[in-house]
């Protein structure tokens, strides 16, 4: 298994133009090795507050940063036309000189996302969520590592779609997929240049750790089916409840975590940015401190 580990931040589009500029360029200063947005219409928890469109936001950020890698964590397939997704893909890898890390899921349902209803969205039955979402990977992958592609799927038909220029990332940029059922971790094991989980709900911190082990051995497997290595499926890990609250606790509990983890086989930590004023003081010496004696 590739043990080389990275370090990401995960923030809210739901801060003025220029204090996104700033928190950035303030992650980036940090050393973290990816900064990404989440891709919902709507805050889930608070649909009234202020909200930027991710990819309207991130080829913008992409603008104002330098080195760091950049991405959507993860953009939901009921939201946009996969062809045109390639699309704005190929377009941020160039503004961002390569530093695009795309990443692809089915989308919440209806029952915790209201965008649905507020835009007219159809809300995709979980079944079928699931056998578009094999048809937009596969597309994505297509169109991006090719000139020229057709696709005739049960959802998605394509004829001749030309992509041009070609990335600046060869093949293509990477994809990271969300996946957490044994049918989207096929497809994580088949396509995936890196496995995104974010736990479960509803756990204790002992159950994600052991359902997030489980899920790493049965990618093993699947990447095996396939006749890939899995050691090239980067597996990254949403800090996320149950854990959330507790990384920030101290540098110490950080460390901790971390190293469970890695145990179950996780070599890429996103953590979600501070929430709170308390907590950005352990998540400076977070990266001052712990990630870089954990990538010694």
């Known amino acids: 298994m590739n043990t080389e580990l990275r370090f990401g931040v995960l923030t809210s589009p739901s801060l003025e133009w220029e204090r996104m500029v700033a928190l950035w360029q303030a992650i980036e200063g940090l050393g973290f090795d990816s900064v990404w947005l989440p891709d919902h219409f709507v805050d889930l928890r608070q649909p009234r507050t202020l909200r930027f469109e991710a990819w309207t936001l991130l080829p913008a950020l992409a603008t104002q940063t330098k080195q760091i890698r950049i991405g959507t964590l993860v953009s939901a397939i009921p939201f946009r036309n996969p062809a045109f997704l390639a699309r704005q893909a190929l377009t941020v890898d160039h503004l961002s000189q390569g530093r695009l890390e795309l990443g692809l899921g089915t989308g919440a349902s209806g029952e915790m996302d209201q965008s649905y209803a507020m835009t007219g969205i159809d809300d995709w039955p979980f079944s079928e969520r699931v056998a578009r979402f094999q048809e937009v990977v596969e597309i994505v992958d297509q169109l991006l590592c090719n000139e020229v592609s057709s696709y005739r799927g049960r959802y998605y038909q394509l004829k001749d779609t030309a992509m041009l220029p070609r990335p600046v990332q060869q093949p293509r940029p990477p994809l990271t997929i969300a996946a957490h059922g044994p049918k989207m971790l096929k497809i994580a094991a088949r396509h995936g240049d890196a496995w995104s989980s974010m736990g479960g709900f509803n756990l204790s911190p002992e159950e994600m750790l052991a359902l997030t082990s489980q899920r790493n051995e049965a990618l093993d497997e699947h990447c095996a089916e396939a006749g890939r290595d899995p050691s090239t499926l980067r597996r990254s890990l949403l800090l996320w409840p149950p854990i959330r609250e507790m990384v920030y606790e101290s540098v110490d509990a950080f460390t901790d ?19 709170k004023d308390e907590q950005l003081p352990v998540f400076e010496r977070i990266a001052a401190e712990a990630i870089p004696k954990l990538r010694g």
């Not at 996780?266 to 501070?274: C, R, T």
């Open 257 to 275: 975590i971390v190293g469970q983890y890695r145990e179950a086989g996780i070599n890429e930590f996103i953590l979600a940015y501070p929430w």
